[in-house]
């Protein structure tokens, strides 16, 4: 089982679990970079959602990036094509 970022991104070998199809979820308790307080936006990734776990029922305790968020705070600066920068000494 491998993750979606990298193809050494190993999360587990020679493990049995049950059968698996898209769209079911499968919980890690420790999923390093995979987790928010790790995760970058490395080739404009989304961050995970993050759902607490307390007496047997999730809580949702932040929603996952969408690209409007990833793009928030980049400015927009416009460049004269053609037009050599002066360098100053």
């Known amino acids: 089982m491998v993750g979606y970022i990298c193809e050494t991104d190993t999360f587990a070998q020679n493990r049995q ?4 199809s898209e769209g079911d979820i499968l919980a890690f308790s420790n999923a390093g970079a995979y987790c928010y307080s790790m ?3 490395y080739n ?3 961050r ?3 759902v607490l776990w307390h ?3 999730a809580h949702l305790i932040r929603e996952r990036e969408t690209m409007e968020d ?3 705070n980049q400015v927009e600066v416009e460049i004269e094509v053609g037009v050599e920068a002066e ?3």
Not at 17 to 20: K, Y
């Open 55 to 57: 007496n047997g029922k």
């Open 87 to 89: 360098v100053e000494a």
């Open 39 to 41: 995760a970058s936006n």
């Open 48 to 50: 995970p959602a993050e």
């Open 70 to 72: 990833i793009l928030h």
């Open 44 to 46: 404009s990734r989304y």
């Open 17 to 20: 679990i049950s059968e698996i």
